[in-house]
C-alpha cells in the first residue's frame, strides 16, 4: 500500500495514542487477537459469489452486478479500499449498462471482517452514491459493526506500516 494516512479524520489525541501502541508493538497484537479469522476468498470468481451472497441477503431489489473483482491498482492511483463504478458500453445499437465493484488487492490477505466491510461499503453505493445518513445506515444495516470495523481497519493498516508522525 502507498503511504496513505489512515488516520486521517481522527483527533490528534487518538493519532498519538495509536502513535504509540504502533510503536510498542501493542496495537498490531491486540487488532491481530481481535481479529483472527482468515478467509478463504482468494481470487476474483470467489469473491464474485461471496458479494452476490451479500447483496441477494440485503439488497435483493438494487440493480446487478457486472464485474467483482479485486484490483491491484485502488490503492495507488484511488487512494481507496474499494470502488463502485457503473461502466455504460456501446454493444451495437444498444447501450449496456453495468455496475462493477473492485476490492483492493490487499483484502485478499486481511481478516474476514474487514474484507465484509468494504464488500458492505462499495454495495451501499448501489442505493446511495454519497456518504450520507442514509449510506452509513444501509452499511449498518447490512453490518452492524460497520463503524468500529471501519476505525478497526484504518488502525489496522496503519498498525500495519502506515506513516509515522511528522518529525519522528
Known amino acids: 500500500m ?5 488516520l486521517s479524520g481522527f483527533s490528534s489525541e487518538i493519532r ?5 501502541l504502533r510503536d510498542s508493538g501493542q496495537l498490531i ?25 451479500l447483496k441477494r441477503q440485503h439488497m435483493k431489489s438494487s440493480p446487478p452486478l457486472g464485474k467483482v473483482r479485486y484490483c491491484e491498482k485502488i490503492a495507488t492511483v484511488h487512494r481507496a479500499f ?13 447501450l449496456k449498462r453495468k455496475n462493477e465493484l473492485r476490492v483492493g488487492a490487499i483484502f485478499k490477505e486481511l481478516p474476514a471482517p474487514f474484507l465484509r466491510m468494504v464488500v458492505v461499503h462499495e454495495l451501499a ?4 452514491k454519497d456518504h450520507d445518513r442514509a449510506f452509513y445506515r444501509l452499511c449498518q444495516h447490512m453490518e452492524p459493526d ?12 496503519f498498525a500495519r506500516g502506515g506513516p509515522k508522525p511528522s518529525g519522528a
Open 2 to 6: 502507498p503511504n496513505v494516512d489512515y
Open 16 to 20: 498519538t495514542k495509536a502513535h504509540a
Open 29 to 53: 497484537a491486540h487488532l491481530e487477537a481481535r481479529y483472527p479469522e482468515p478467509h478463504q476468498v482468494s481470487n476474483n470468481a470467489l469473491l464474485y459469489t461471496y458479494v452476490q451472497q
Open 82 to 94: 474499494g470502488l463502485h463504478t457503473f461502466a455504460i458500453r456501446l454493444q451495437g445499437a444498444k
Open 125 to 128: 453505493h448501489l442505493r446511495h
Open 146 to 157: 460497520y463503524g468500529q470495523l471501519e476505525m478497526d481497519l484504518r488502525l489496522y493498516l
